[in-house]
């Protein structure tokens, strides 16, 4: 199995910025998609971008899209999220995932076998 921590939440004024890292642990031979997804307080867990193993191709949401930027450091079995010109809509908990089947980028959450804990952001106005 493949364990997976995030961190690099915190609390962060609207317009600003805030990397999240994903760390994984275990059986992390294998090539894996990945992705973040998030999830706001009182609605569904929504993807927000994926990127393949070989980090050549990524997806965002359109909500996000030209503010993140998913990439990755297979060396350090890492995946990180660098998000700019946060919004207040950008306020939830974010997770990492694993496609432990298969190498390819998805933005369905039943496409993904392992998950994270969450870490969680705020943008306050």
């Known amino acids: 199995q493949v364990q997976l921590v995030e961190s690099g939440g915190g609390l962060v004024q609207v317009g600003g910025s805030l990397r999240l890292s994903c760390a994984a642990s275990?059986?992390?031979?294998?090539?894996?998609?990945m992705g973040w997804f998030r999830q706001a307080p009182g609605k569904e867990r929504e993807f927000v971008a994926t990127?393949?193993?070989?980090?050549?191709?990524?997806y965002y949401a359109d909500s996000v899209k030209g503010r993140f930027t998913i990439s990755r450091d297979n060396a350090k079995n890492t995946v990180y999220l660098q998000m700019d010109i946060l919004k207040p809509e950008d306020t939830a908990v974010y997770y990492c995932?694993?496609?432990?089947?298969?190498?390819?980028?998805?933005?369905?959450?039943?496409?993904?076998?392992?998950w994270g804990q969450g870490t969680r952001v705020t943008v306050s106005s």
């Open positions: 995932a694993a496609r432990l089947w298969s190498s390819k980028t998805s933005a369905f959450l039943t496409d993904y076998q392992s």
């Open positions: 275990g059986r992390t031979s294998g090539t894996y998609g």
């Open positions: 990127i393949s193993w070989s980090g050549d191709m990524t």
